[in-house]
C-alpha cells in the first residue's frame, strides 16, 4: 500500500450534521443487538469533525457513497455504503452497522485503516476512489 496502516483513531474524519445525528441514533438503538459495532459507531461519532453537508469535501466517504479500497492482500473492491434496511452484499451495498462500513466512514481518498472484521481476523484497506452519493441514495 502506498501509505502506512495506521490506526482509525489516528485519522481524522469528517461527517455531515444529518450522518451524524442518524448514525448515532443508528448507533445507540443497535447497542443491545450489536454492542461490539454499535459502540466502534459510537466511538467514531464521538471524535468526528461535524460539518454542513455544503463542507463536506467530495473525496470523503460519507452514506450512500461509493468507495473502491484495495485491501492489505491488494485485492480491489467497489461498495455502496448504505443504511442497514439497504445493505445486499450481492449488490455491493455494504452496511454501516458492519465492521468495514463503520471503518469507511468520514475517510478521505488515500487514506488507509487497519479494522477487524467479525471473526477477529486483523484486515487493512486504502480508500482508492470515493464517488459521491446519487441524489436518492438515502
Known amino acids: 500500500m502506498r501509505q502506512n496502516i495506521k490506526q482509525r483513531r489516528e485519522h481524522e474524519i469528517v461527517v455531515s450534521e444529518n450522518d451524524h445525528a442518524r ?3 443508528l448507533a445507540e438503538s443497535s ?16 471524535r468526528a469533525k461535524i460539518k454542513p453537508l455544503s ?5 470523503v466517504v460519507r452514506m450512500g457513497s461509493t468507495v473502491t479500497f484495495r485491501g492489505g492482500d491488494g485485492e480491489v473492491k467497489t461498495v455502496t455504503l448504505v443504511y442497514p434496511g439497504k445493505a445486499d452484499i450481492a449488490e455491493g451495498k ?4 458492519t465492521p468495514v ?4 466512514i468520514g ?11 467479525r471473526d477477529g481476523r486483523r484486515l487493512e484497506l486504502e480508500i482508492v476512489t470515493v464517488e459521491a452519493p446519487r441524489a436518492d441514495a438515502n
Open 107 to 117: 475517510l478521505r481518498e488515500g487514506q488507509s485503516v487497519a479494522w477487524t472484521s
Open 31 to 46: 447497542l443491545e443487538r450489536l454492542p461490539g459495532i454499535a459502540e466502534e459507531l459510537l466511538a467514531e461519532m464521538e
Open 55 to 59: 463542507r463536506i469535501p467530495a473525496n
Open 23 to 25: 448514525l448515532t441514533g
Open 101 to 104: 462500513g463503520a471503518a469507511l
Open 94 to 97: 455494504v452496511s454501516i452497522l
